[in-house]
């Protein structure tokens, strides 16, 4: 199955439960609700949520003059890609790390830590800033911004069943087909649990994704292996100072990186896969 199938059917099912959470919390009533929940959030989020992770990590945008070789760069990628030159920012953080933003490839930015330029080579750039094409040719950040707005949906639903059941303003099992009290309460249990594994199992579809477009883009995927691993020790090393949760799904690692049972709940897929299908693609 390929990733743009599978993100397809995780998208459907992350769809469902929210109109299943509606449907418990108040029958057709709730579901008509629901949409509209999940609907103003993704509006919100597709014009105003590259601005806010910007302002959130303090990225100041470069011209030409202050980079060249980063706008040669991107500029080039660009051209590979079939892409208008998106803008490029830089971020005052040691940790070696990049993301995307931009609710389209006609208003992307891409964004590099002062770390990254400092660690890796320019072959190893090149495949970063590709891996980060590949998610604007991709169009990503729309398909993770709307997975993100309905598993927090989601969430604010599961929570309102909570109180109204701790409060005993439920709804019949019958009335407007909503579900009984004990229905609506494992509902919300087990939705939002369910859409965090759903949520994670689209955020890494798009990394494998991405890396293998962003591969492609720069013509040998071996420096995108190299800067991989490079990247994530750093991860674990280096701190991302302010990093927040919400956003780690946008970074080509995990600025939270963690090992063990922290890493069966990372938004990313583990490095070591990664960089395996990299060299198989170089193999091939």
């Given at each position: 199955?390929?990733?743009?199938?599978?993100?397809a059917?995780?998208?459907g099912?992350?769809?469902?439960?929210?109109?299943?959470?509606?449907s418990a919390?108040?029958g057709?009533?709730?579901m008509?609700i629901a949409f509209?929940?999940?609907?103003?959030?993704n509006?919100g989020?597709?014009w105003?949520?590259?601005?806010?992770?910007l302002?959130m990590?303090?990225?100041q945008?470069?011209?030409?003059a202050?980079?060249?070789?980063?706008?040669?760069?991107?500029?080039?990628?660009s051209?590979n890609a079939g892409l208008p030159?998106?803008?490029?920012?830089?971020?005052?953080?040691?940790?070696?790390?990049?993301f995307?933003?931009?609710?389209?490839?006609?208003?992307a930015a891409?964004?590099v830590?002062?770390g990254?330029?400092?660690l890796?080579?320019?072959?190893?750039?090149?495949?970063?800033?590709?891996h980060e094409?590949?998610?604007?040719k991709?169009r990503?950040?729309l398909?993770?911004?709307?997975?993100?707005?309905?598993?927090?949906?989601?969430?604010?639903?599961?929570?309102?069943?909570k109180w109204?059941?701790i409060?005993?303003?439920?709804r019949?099992?019958?009335?407007?087909?909503?579900?009984?009290?004990?229905?609506?309460?494992?509902?919300?249990i087990?939705?939002p649990?369910?859409?965090?594994?759903i949520?994670?199992?689209?955020?890494?579809?798009?990394?494998?994704?991405?890396?293998?477009t962003?591969?492609?883009?720069?013509?040998n995927?071996?420096?995108l292996?190299?800067a991989?691993?490079?990247?994530?020790?750093?991860a674990?090393?280096?701190p991302m100072?302010?990093?927040?949760?919400?956003?780690?799904s946008?970074f080509?690692v995990?600025?939270?990186?963690?090992?063990?049972?922290a890493?069966?709940?990372?938004?990313h897929?583990p490095?070591?896969?990664?960089?395996?299908?990299?060299?198989?693609?170089?193999?091939?």
């Open positions: 199955m390929t990733s743009q199938i599978k993100t059917l995780l998208l099912v992350l769809t469902a439960v929210l109109v299943l959470m509606g919390m108040g057709r009533t709730g008509i509209g929940l999940a609907l103003v959030m509006v989020s597709y105003f949520s590259d601005k806010i992770v302002r990590y303090q990225a945008e470069l011209t030409e202050d980079a060249p070789g980063l706008f040669d760069l991107v500029a080039q990628l051209r030159m998106p803008k490029v920012y830089l971020i005052p953080q040691e940790q070696p790390n990049a995307a933003t931009g609710r389209n490839p006609e208003n891409v964004a830590t002062e990254l330029l400092r890796v080579s320019p072959d190893e750039l090149a495949g970063v800033l590709a094409m590949g998610h604007i991709n990503d950040i398909v993770q911004t709307v997975a993100s707005v309905v598993a927090g949906a989601i969430t604010s639903l599961a929570s309102m069943i109204g059941a409060f005993g303003m439920g019949s099992s019958d009335e407007e087909g909503g579900g009984g009290g004990i229905s609506a309460i494992f509902m919300a087990l939705a649990i369910a859409a965090m594994l949520q994670m199992a689209i955020s890494r579809s798009r990394e494998y994704l991405a890396d293998e962003g591969a492609k883009l720069a013509g995927p071996l420096p292996a190299g991989l691993k490079k990247l994530d020790d750093y674990h090393a280096v100072q302010g990093a927040n949760p919400a956003t780690e946008m080509i995990n600025p939270l990186s963690g090992g063990g049972i890493g069966l709940f990372s938004t897929p490095t070591e896969e990664r960089i395996r299908r990299l060299r198989a693609m170089a193999g091939r």
